[in-house]
Nanobody
Framework: VQLAESGGGLVQSGGSLRLSCVAS????NIWLMRWYRQAPGKERE????????????NYADSVKGRFTISRDNAKNTVYLQMDSLKPEDTAVYYC?????????WGQGTQVTVSS
């Protein structure tokens, strides 16, 4: 089972990015999916989560109103739309899938927001 993130990059403050996480080796349609991030020198933090059917989402207070998590189970993909980006959003962003057997992590994608 693998998760592969993409879509990170360098963006100016106020800009937008859309991250994607594609799963292989296992269909995601019954699993909760999450996005985490880790900034240099800081703990990894939960950014957003979405239930298996996509109907319920949750966000960290720091990103509420700016980030949107969504999923397309037919494409085995989860997205994180990030708008109104701030320099403090700079971090490596990781996709996460907690299954019964294991918790699967992607390799991460770097997001850098310049002021």
């Amino acid at each position: 089972v693998q998760l592969a993130e993409s879509g990170g990059g360098l963006v100016q403050s106020g800009g937008s990015l859309r991250l994607s996480c594609v799963a292989s080796g296992l269909t995601i349609n019954i699993w909760l999916m999450r996005w985490y991030r880790q900034a240099p020198g800081k703990e990894r933090e939960l950014v957003a989560s979405v239930t298996s059917d996509g109907t319920t989402t949750n966000y960290a207070d720091s990103v509420k109103g700016r980030f949107t998590i969504s999923r397309d189970n037919a494409k085995n993909t989860v997205y994180l739309q990030m708008d109104s980006l701030k320099p403090e959003d700079t971090a490596v962003y990781y996709c996460n899938m907690p299954t019964i057997a294991e918790t699967v992590w992607g390799q991460g994608t770097q997001v850098t927001v310049s002021s």
